[in-house]
């Protein structure tokens, strides 16, 4: 019996806390509606706030940029201080 035949009663009987199917036998998406659990998907830092992945892309690209330019200003001052040597 497929769960499109089912009545929402005869659902929540069975996948809800206390239902008739084992943890065993639920999807990951039932089990964490089972017990309450909330999505991985969707994961807060300490200020509740969600984490993007675009927060991750732009802190590598700030740090790759700021080593970027201390290699070229490191550069700029070895070719300036040689260039001032007899």
């Known amino acids: 019996m497929g769960d499109s035949t089912l009545s929402a009663s005869e659902l929540r009987k069975m996948y809800h806390k206390g239902g008739s199917l084992a943890d ?3 999807t990951a998406q039932q089990v964490r509606a089972r017990y309450s659990i909330p999505s991985n998907s969707k ?3 300490a200020d509740g ?3 993007s992945p675009l927060s991750g892309f732009f802190i590598l690209s700030v740090s790759v940029a700021v080593v970027a330019m201390v290699v070229a200003y490191l550069m700029g001052f070895m070719n300036t201080s040689k260039s001032g040597a007899p």
């Open 24 to 26: 065993d036998q639920l």
């Open 43 to 45: 994961i807060k830092n």
């Open 49 to 51: 706030v969600e984490n």
